[in-house]
T-cell receptor, first 113, second 112 residues
Framework: DADVTQTPRNRITKTGKRIMLECSQTKGHDRMYWYRQDPGLGLRLIYYSFDVKDINKGEISDGYSVSRQAQAKFSLSLESAIPNQTALYFC????????????FGQGTRLTVV | QKEVEQDPGPLSVPEGAIVSLNCTYS??????FMWYRQYSRKGPELLMYTYSSGNKEDGRFTAQVDKSSKYISLFIRDSQPSDSATYLC????????????FGSGTRLLVRP
């Protein structure tokens, strides 16, 4: 089983719909991140969390919200999806020690029509 | 201006060639420098990591950091078709968040 699991892997939704992307990890890491990847723009940070009680906005948080339900679970919500939120979304974890390595999930390909 | 600039490629080379991938950055506070490799339909995986300036070698891969020029490089020797992937540079400051700032990625194709 993957250390960082994202569900769903693919999703098509309509404009205005609420959608939730889920992430769970078995790494035992405290830090969890949500990134989106767009062609030509690389990965951009949406939100990050140091623990259940600590949520922080990233570079592009507008239109998104998150919930850290437990150390192992970090969900990303789009309250009212719009077409320019069509992207590949990645969840990542790290142990924060020296900022060395982030472990990524397989990604969720979201299409908003 | 983006904090991290990376040529998107694609870069196409014959098998066995030496590949040079580069990123430039503007934030002098960056202390951690990483290269991630991303295969199609997969999440990025850490390939190389360097703290501050200097070189680091791991098998066919060498990472170089020149903080005075704000320039980092990844060299791949004896490139193989299995090296075909997108290579993303990433950097972070030495603060408590360890947020990674990524380049846009360079797509590499190694032709057999």
């Amino acid at each position: 089983d993957a250390d960082v699991t994202q569900t769903p892997r693919n999703r098509i939704t309509k404009t205005g719909k609420r959608i939730m992307l889920e992430c769970s990890q078995t790494k035992g890491h405290d830090r969890m991140y949500w990134y989106r990847q767009d062609p030509g723009l690389g990965l951009r940070l949406i939100y990050y969390s140091f623990d259940v009680k600590d949520i922080n906005k990233g570079e592009i948080s507008d239109g998104y919200s998150v919930s850290r339900q437990a150390q192992a679970k970090f969900s990303l919500s789009l309250e009212s999806a719009i077409p320019n939120q069509t992207a590949l979304y990645f969840c990542a974890t790290s142990d924060g020690a020296g900022g060395t390595e982030a472990f990524f999930g397989q990604g969720t390909r979201l299409t908003v029509v | 201006q983006k904090e991290v600039e990376q040529d998107p490629g694609p870069l196409s080379v014959p098998e066995g060639a030496i590949v040079s991938l580069n990123c430039t950055y503007s934030n002098s506070a960056f202390q951690y420098f990483m290269w991630y490799r991303q295969y199609s339909r997969k999440g990025p995986e850490l390939l190389m990591y360097t703290y501050s300036s200097g070189n680091k070698e791991d098998g066919r891969f060498t990472a170089q950091v020149d903080k005075s020029s704000k320039y980092i490089s990844l060299f791949i020797r004896d490139s193989q078709p299995s090296d075909s992937a997108t290579y993303l540079c990433a950097m972070s400051e030495k603060d408590s968040s360890y947020k990674l700032i990524f380049g846009s990625g360079t797509r590499l194709l190694v032709r057999p």
